[in-house]
Structures are given as C-alpha cells and as structure tokens.
C-alpha cells in the first residue's frame, strides 16, 4: 500500500521534471536585420570573452547583431570585472576581455605568454558619464570642474554656496545640505571620475586617480543603478553614473573651457579622437590617454572608455584561445562596423565611435593572424 | 557496523573539508600576511599608506560584528515570541499556515532582502531615524544629522534582522513543539498559567535550541554579503554612529565589492579579510559553546 | 525533569478557590478603546498617523490591562497577560516587514509573471526590448541546488546520526560538532572561492561550471543539515530507543526505523531549511557558475544561469536606455519576476517536503 504511494511521488516528480525539460525555448526576436538567408556564414563554434561589466549591455546586442548574421556561432561574455577580464586573459581561459583600464606591465607579460604574441586594446565602447542631481526647483544646473570638486570633496556643503551660484547666475538656488552619492564598489566608472577632476580640478581635489572612491564618510551605493537609487531617494544629493541610466534625474551640464557642455554621444566622441595614444605600446595597439582638460568645442571630457583587449597574432594561442582568430576577427569587425556601434548606442546609450577611430581598428584587424 | 562506520566516516569527510577550505583560506591568505607593511600599501591602492593588514582589517571586523549584533539584538527577542505564539497561542490551523509561511521566508534570497530594503525599508526608516537624532541625539550612538537616504549601518541591521528572524523562527519553534506534552501538562495541572507553563517547562527544555537558532541567525548575518552591500553606504573608521553614512562596512560585503576589480595581492588581502571572518565565527561560537555548556545537558527525556 | 521550578506559592491568603475573572471580551474592548484613545488624542492634535497610533495603543493597552488584571484576577494572571499581550505584539512586530515584503515581491514580480517568462530564455534579447524570461535560470538552479542536496544531505544526516547515536561523548564527536559549528560560519563568498580554487586543480584556470556551484553550495549547506538533524535527533525520547533494544532490534535498524522515524517531520523541515538557506546564495555562484544567457542541462560543461545571480544580474543592469520599442524598468520587471519565481519554487519543494514527512512520519498525538 504504502509502497505504491512513493512509486507515485516519484513518477509524478520524474514526469513533472521531464515536462519543464521540454518546455523552454529561445525568445523569437526579430530585430536583426540580416537574415535573409542568402550569404549564409561559414563561421561556427564557441568564443568565450570576460571582463568589465561596464561593456554589459553592449555586449548583449553585439552579441545578438553577430549571432544572427552567424548562428552557428556561440559566443559568451562574463561581466566579472574588468581586473577579473584581464586575469582570464592572462591565463588563457577566454579569447577576449573587456576592460575600462588598460593593462598594466605585469599583465601585458602575462597575456603575451597566453597569447604567444603582444596583445592589443581596441577602444570600442566609449560611454559618457553623467553627473546626476535631485533638487527640488532646479532644473537647469551648471557646475565648473572646481565646483564639480569641490562638492565631492564634501567642503562645499550647501546648495546656495556662492561657488555653486558663481556657476549658476540667476538661479534660485536653496539653502539645503549637499549629499554627494558615490559608487561603493570598485569601478571603471569612478576611475574615470576621478581622473577628470584630478586633471581638471587643480587644488579643488587633492586625491590621486583610483577605481575606489577617496573621500570617505560619503553616501554610496553598488552599481550605476544603486547610485541612480541612492540620488533619487534623497534630497538634495548629487552622483554620478553612466548616463544612459540616469532616468528622471537632472543632469548638469559640466564647464568646457569656457562654455557649459551637455553630454552628448557626438560631443563624447570627440574627445577620444583628441587624445593621444599610450606610448610604448606594441603596433596597433590603440589604448589612449585621455585628455580630460581639453577646452576644444563641444567637447564632453567625462567619459568612460572600454577596451576590448585581443591578441594581435592567434597562431600560437594556448588554453581556450587556441583557434579563436578567425572568430575574435570577426566579431570585433562586426562590433567595430557602424552596424555594431548602432546597435550598442541603442541597447547601451554609448557614444558611437568615429570614423577616424574605425579605421585604426579596421587597420588592427586587417594586421591580425589567425 | 557498516552503517555506524559510514556515520563516522561522514563525519570525518566534514572534518576533511573544512580543513580543505581552512588551508585554502590560509594559502592564498598568505601573501598578504607575508608581505611588509609599506610594500602593501603601495601595491594594494585602497590600503592607506603606512596601514599594516591589521588596521586595514580592524574596522572591517568592527562593522561587522556590529551589525551583525543589532541584528541579533532586533531578530532574537521577537523571533522567539513568535515562534512561542505560533507553537502555544495561535489556534491550531493558523499556526500551521504562520509555520509554513515562516519556513518559506527563511528562503527568500538575500538579494531580494536588499532590493526590498532599499526600496521599500529606507523611505519607511528616515523619519524615524530623524526622530531618533533630535530627541535622543544625546546618546551617543544617537548622534546626527541623520543621513539622508539612511543607508546606515542601523538600516542594513534591521534588514538582516527581518533577515535571520525566519531562520531563528523556524528552528525555534521546531524546539518548542517537541517539549514532552508531560511536562506542560504537569505544569498546567499544578496551576500555573499558560506563561509559567512556558517559562517553567517549554524554555528551560528548548534553551539550547534557541541558542543553537540564534547562532544559525548570527552565522548568516555575520557573512551577509548582498543585502549589506546594496543598503549601506561603506566606510572605514571605528563609528558607533549607527544613524549616520558611510561609517562602517562589512566584511563579506566588502569582499564582495571589491573582488571583481581586484587582482594579484589585493586578491589575497581580501581573502584574509575572509579568514578573519572565519576566525570570528570560530570564537563566538566558542562563546555559545560555553554558554550552553554551563546548563546541563538536556537531551531528550531523563 | 530536575529542572522544573517549584510553582510560586498560591497566595494562600486568597479568599476561596476561585477568584474574580475578567469577562472573555475585556482585552479586545481594551484594545480598541486603547486605540480609540490614543487616535484621539493625535486627532485633537492634528498629527494623526497609523503606526504610531498602532505602536503607542498597543503599550497603553499593556499598562492598563496589567493594572485591571491586577486588581481583578491577581498578579500571577496579569503577568499571564501581560505575556500574552507582548506575544501577539512580536508576532504584529514581525509580520510588518515580512508581509510588505512577500507584498512588494508580488505587486512587482506579477506583471512579468506568465509562462512566456517561465519557458523562454534571455538569448539575444538586450536594451529595453520587450523580451525574455527566466528559463534558464530556473533549470540552472534546480539542477545546482538538487545536486548541493544530494552531496550534502547523505554527508549531514550521516553524520548527525554518528554525533547523537555513536559518538556524543567521544573525542572524534565533540571535535565534530565544534567544527561543524566552525563551519556554519563559512563566509558563502569563502565557499565560491574555495570551490573556484577545488575545480582549477582539476579543470584549468577560468573554469566555470554548474557542479562547482553545487560543491560550494554543499559546504555551506551541510553544517545547517547538520545542526538541524542534530537537535531533532536529539529531542526523540530515549524510552522509545530503550524499547526498541529491549525487543532486540539491534541499534542501526533502531535508528533507521525508530528514531529516524520519529524525527522524520523535523528532518524534513531541517532539510527543507538548508536548501533554502543556499538556494537564494548570489555571491558563490556569480564566482564559479557564471552568467550565461541560453539554457544549460549539463552540470560538468560550461556556464549555468541560476535565479539568483539572474535577479542581480538584472538589477545591476539598471534602467535601459529609452527608445521607441523600449521598457525603461524591464530589467526591474524581471529581477522581480524572477524573485517570486524563486519564492514558488520553495513553495513547491516545502508543500512536496512536507507531504513526504506526512507519509513517513508516524501517527503521534499532537
């Protein structure tokens, strides 16, 4: 008797695990463009990649663009890190990595024993950071880099000190305690922050460039979305994050030279292409040094750039890079192409990079051995 | 005999792993213990310059324990209560639905205890945090101007209070249930009320249950890494401030903040921030060891 | 038995057996006129606000139901009240915070609830794109989580029978319990680490796979097994073992039959626990199982989405960016809709465990 009880519990547990085996699918998503069946690829197999969650986003519709042009192929992308990106590349356990930082000596050693040749970076997602506010009754906000400094450095503490209103002539600015909002973790995002106020700021911010916030005793959160959270449920606090997910929240427009910029894909953009390249590098290695204190037009210096990192020769590749070539190839072709950057401005809101800049990569490519 | 042997041997594979997990901690922990001062500082970007591993450790360990200790403090008085109401108040049938709803909260992950707390706990907290600062500010762990958002330590202890409450709930009222019905039955027929009844037979019975649940609860807060890191706003000094920002942090949190960015010898600082933990979770459970052991034992009846 | 206290002394004093009793209704008047009172009084004031009105009635109704019940039943039945009162108002205290939760969980997590998000997958869905689902998340953790309760329920309960049953006054026993205790408090981002640094001397550097976060969930789940099969093996009475002896079964069928038995719905419940205690583990898993888009069945071979790591994953996403076809809050939508997934899946497997313990466990008079 009893015994014809579990008989039925186990089928019915065997029967039910069965039926929710058979039942997924894959979303039928249209939205890419190729498939009209004609040039079928001829590339298939698996590629794996790791590295900057920053590129997440990105990585999803490149991903999505390249796999409907090729569906044979399957490629992965791990948002760890962008430290935990190069160590992977390093070790030879993925074909590429994406990283908001260039690699650093011992790395750079590391990935040419993975890669058996120097490994290159390709600044391919440049996203514009935003300095988000929430203040009741100010719609319009400007803020010089000093200004910017100043209030992340928690010494200016009001809204209506007289440097934010030097700033802001004319507007009615109140009498309400500052919070300045940074990101708690460790990221891309706050390096390049706190580049630009180091290069721009002058004596308004003493500390060194760094991935994690200096100044302590601040409000925090985890993540771009923690932040946005953070300055949206307080009052008169200020942040910054990548500035396609800054929502409802007001955004400042950030002092060029002599102008007040707003930040735009374009105006992002452009100032990759003015800045020079890391020195020392191998050929065609495309890592930049930013030039944050730039006062050419229409220039928006906070930006974050990500590199996607790549051996520059694949021939002798070890571990999980072996064989990879022709696939990184064509998948940093595709995410280079205008197609690509589309794609990515409109799943990630990052600034599409210049033709300029697409030609390099283009170059790089054309160099590369499978 | 083959079955008391797998019985031991499975106790012996425990004792295996920890020792697996211990050494691993202790290995990779050990570059950074090995390495000088000054040497760490320059090569590990967030540790000050001039700190030794032990002051970048220290606050660490200091906001975790506090945390985890107002946690404890909230959970365990109203975790017992409760399970004492769902075991010998509530009517029957209810009780069943309230134990059922209790085991299916202790499940609930951690990461939707902070998207909760931060969502829907902070707004709730602020004016009473507010409160709190103006009338009691006097008391120092009182202290304002209370943050706004409160993503203070106090907020990520409520939320890993209602965190571990299921928990010590669950357990707690397992313990209740199997007081022998001769016991209370004796104690009610002597006249006591229903609450000398429990404070006479049922908590004298389940005390180290209660004790064991509460340090399952402390287990967890201690190591809490998600629902902290998405509620407080870190740092690093050694505050009492409960109402204010970007005071303390906790170590698990930490971890795991700074793990995906980090490489070479910051790896190994933070795996010995995580060997610490260990070693804190090893001494008060020692202390609990010792506070059960001064009570006799009370295993089953006799 | 030794340690039952002698009652307090009847106040012998006490004019005839029975003495004065408040009518049955008396608390539940009190209490509204409690409330009554103190609503009043923030009405008049022109502050009026629900939780505070709440907090404050409820401590005046236990002041002066503790100084009526003094005067008219006795102090040994007003202290009765009193508890009873405090009780009621824990249980109060603590369903707030937990029923707004399971609350915002569903408002939240049901409008993406259907079953297109239980049977599709996130592959090539990205943006504010009105697409994809949990699928792959959901087998990843059944799977990950049903091969953590294989490894470690065997491992925990065996060893919860050696520490009651064989060994509680041994060496080997006490050593055992203390460690296990030791173990309880392995950070779970420890145990990630550890299983991370196990796979690597078999696999390779940057392995990834859905086994190795069954093994990190393991370590974190057999101490809980452990100390919960532990205290209900402890609690089966020692007269129901004796009698067994004394009928000559010999010790292990004792156990399997007899104490096990009795114990089965507290095992179940102590299991039960323990998975939930890791199957909401986000950190150990984002280390060793990955993020992985499409679905993957087998545990030995490549990434594996769970449900947790894909509610972080998507609340980290954040907003998307707007767009003519795009949902802002998408991310959000699903992050939410995979929590009370998650929350159902436990569901299932507790009303599945607990009608498992009905069957085994035998007919008591509770």
Redesign the interface.
């Known amino acids: 008797m009893?015994r014809i009880?579990?008989g039925r519990?186990a089928a019915l547990?065997t029967a039910s695990a069965v039926a929710?085996?058979a039942?997924?699918?894959?979303?039928e998503?249209s939205?890419?463009s190729n498939n009209d069946g004609g040039s079928e690829s001829s590339l298939s197999g698996e590629l794996a990649g790791?590295g900057a969650?920053s590129q997440?986003?990105a990585m999803?519709?490149w991903?999505?663009g390249f796999?409907?042009a090729n569906p044979d192929v399957?490629v992965?992308y791990?948002?760890?890190?962008?430290?935990?990106g190069?160590?992977?590349f390093g070790?030879?356990?993925?074909a590429f990595a994406g990283s908001d930082a260039v690699m650093d000596d011992?790395?750079r050693a590391a990935a040419k024993e993975a890669c058996g040749s120097d490994a290159i970076h390709l600044p391919l997602y440049i996203s514009p950071i935003a300095v988000v506010y929430n203040l009741e009754g100010v719609d319009n906000l400007q803020l010089s880099p000093a200004t910017i400094a100043g209030i992340f450095n928690q010494q200016i503490k009001k809204w209506n000190d007289p440097k934010i209103a030097a700033d802001n002539p004319g507007a009615s600015l109140p009498d309400q305690?500052i919070?300045p909002v940074n990101r708690?973790?460790?990221?891309?995002t706050t390096e390049n922050f706190t580049e630009y106020l180091a290069a721009t700021a002058g004596e308004a911010w003493p500390h060194?460039p760094?991935?994690?916030w200096p100044v302590?005793?601040?409000?925090?959160?985890?993540?771009?979305?923690?932040v946005?959270?953070?300055v949206e449920?307080?009052?008169?606090?200020i942040g910054y994050a990548d500035a396609?997910?800054a929502?409802n929240l007001g955004v400042a427009k950030v002092k060029v030279g002599d102008q007040f910029v707003e930040y735009s894909a374009e105006a992002a953009a452009k100032v990759v292409d003015a800045s020079p390249k890391v020195e020392g590098g191998p050929e065609h290695d495309l890592a930049i040094e930013l030039q944050r204190d730039t006062t050419a037009e229409g220039t928006y210096p906070i930006v974050l750039v990500s590199y996607t990192i790549v051996c520059s020769d694949y021939t002798n590749a070890k571990?999980?890079m072996a064989g990879k070539g022709e696939l990184v190839k064509a998948l940093v072709g595709y995410i280079a192409s205008k197609e690509g950057q589309e794609a990515s401005a409109?799943?990630?809101?990052s600034a599409p990079i210049s033709d300029a800049l697409r030609a390099d990569v283009e170059a790089a490519l054309e160099a590369m051995k499978v | 005999m083959i079955f008391s042997g797998a019985a031991k041997g499975a106790g012996v594979l425990i004792l295996a792993i920890l020792a697996a997990v211990a050494i691993f901690l202790l290995v990779n922990a050990w570059p950074a213990i090995s390495t000088p001062t000054d040497e760490l500082s320059e090569s590990v970007h967030w540790i000050k310059e001039g700190d030794s591993l032990l002051d970048y450790v220290g606050p660490l360990v200091f906001g975790t324990v506090l945390a985890a200790l107002i946690a404890l403090i909230i959970a365990t008085p109203v975790a017992i209560a409760v399970a004492l109401f769902i075991s010998h108040y509530a009517p029957r049938k209810l009780a069943q639905i309230f134990g059922y709803v209790i085991d299916l909260l202790a499940a609930i992950p951690s990461v939707v205890y902070g998207l909760w707390g931060a969502l829907w706990l902070m707004p709730q907290m602020f004016p009473v945090f507010e409160w709190l600062s103006e009338y009691l500010g006097f008391i120092p762990i009182f202290q304002g101007p209370a943050a706004s958002p409160p993503r203070t330590i106090l907020t990520a202890g409520i939320v890993l209070a209602v965190m571990i409450l299921p928990i010590i709930t669950a357990v707690s009222r397992e313990v209740f249930l199997q007081t022998p019905t001769l016991h209370r039955e004796a104690a009610l027929a002597l006249g006591a009320t229903r609450w000398e009844m429990i404070r006479m037979a049922v908590l004298p019975f389940g005390r180290s249950g209660i004790i064991s649940a509460a340090m399952l609860g402390l287990g967890r807060a201690l190591g809490e890494t998600m629902a902290v890191a998405m509620v407080l706003s870190p740092g690093f000094v050694y505050s009492f401030f409960i109402l204010q920002a970007g005071q303390q942090q906790n170590i698990a949190a930490n971890i795991a903040l700074k793990f995906p960015e980090s490489s070479g010898l910051g790896v190994n600082v933070l795996i010995f921030t995580g060997l610490v933990l260990f070693a804190i979770t090893l001494l008060v459970n020692m202390i609990a060891r010792w506070i059960v052991s001064r009570r006799a034992e009370f295993s089953g009846a006799n | 038995m030794a340690t039952v206290q002698t009652p307090p002394s009847v106040e012998l004093s006490s004019p005839g057996l029975t003495r004065g009793k408040l009518p049955r209704y008396a608390p539940v008047v009190l209490l509204v006129l409690s409330f009554a009172a103190v609503g009043g009084l923030f009405a008049a004031l022109g502050s009026f606000s629900v939780p505070l009105t709440v907090f404050l009635g409820i401590i005046l109704y236990a002041v002066v139901i503790l100084v009526v019940t003094t005067f008219v039943e006795g102090a040994r039945a007003a202290r009765d009240r009193l508890a009873t009162t405090l009780m009621y108002s824990a249980f109060g205290l603590a369903v707030v915070p937990l029923v707004s939760l399971l609350w915002t969980v569903l408002e939240n997590g049901l409008e993406r609830f259907n079953g297109y998000f239980l049977t599709t997958t996130m592959r090539g869905v990205f943006g504010g794109m009105d697409a994809g689902g949990a699928y792959h998340a959901i087998m990843g953790t059944l799977e990950i989580t049903a091969f953590a309760t294989v490894i470690s329920v065997p491992i925990g309960m065996l060893t919860a029978i050696y520490l009651v049953e064989y060994g509680p006054k041994s060496k080997l026993g006490r050593g055992i319990t203390f460690f296990v205790d030791v173990m309880t408090g392995i950070p779970s981002i420890v145990a990630g680490l550890f299983a991370y640094a196990l796979f690597v001397l078999f696999f390779g550097p940057g392995v990834r796979m859905g086994a190795a976060g069954s093994v990190a969930l393991a370590v974190l789940m057999i101490p809980v097994v452990v100390r919960a099969s532990e205290e209900m093996l402890k609690l089966v009475p020692n007269e129901l073992r004796e009698a067994a002896y004394a009928l000559g079964v010999p010790k292990w069928l004792t156990i399997v039959k007899v104490v096990l038995r009795t114990a089965a719905a507290g095992l179940v419940t102590g299991v039960m626990l323990a998975i939930a205690r890791v199957i909401g583990e986000t950190a150990p898993l984002l280390i060793v199982a990955g993020v992985v888009d499409s679905a993957n069945f087998d545990l030995f071979e490549g990434r594996m989405m769970t449900l947790p790591v894909f509610v972080y994953g998507q609340y980290t996403q954040g907003l998307a960016p707007p767009g003519p076809d795009s949902i802002i809050t998408i991310n959000y939508d699903r992050a939410w809709a995979a929590a009370l997934t998650l929350i159902l899946i436990v569901m299932v497997l507790n009303l599945i465990a607990r009608i498992i313990a009905r069957i085994f466990s035998p007919k008591t008079g509770r």
């Open positions: 009893k009880r579990y519990i547990v929710l085996t039942c997924g699918s894959d979303p998503t939205s890419g790791a969650s997440e986003s999803n519709a991903r999505s796999g409907s399957t992965s791990d948002p760890a890190g962008s430290g935990a190069r160590t992977q070790e030879g356990a993925v011992e790395e305690a919070t708690s973790d460790e990221s891309g060194e760094s991935g994690d302590g005793g601040s409000q925090s959160a985890q993540g771009t979305s923690g946005v959270q953070t449920g307080g009052q008169g606090t396609s997910k929502g571990a999980n409109g799943a990630a809101g």
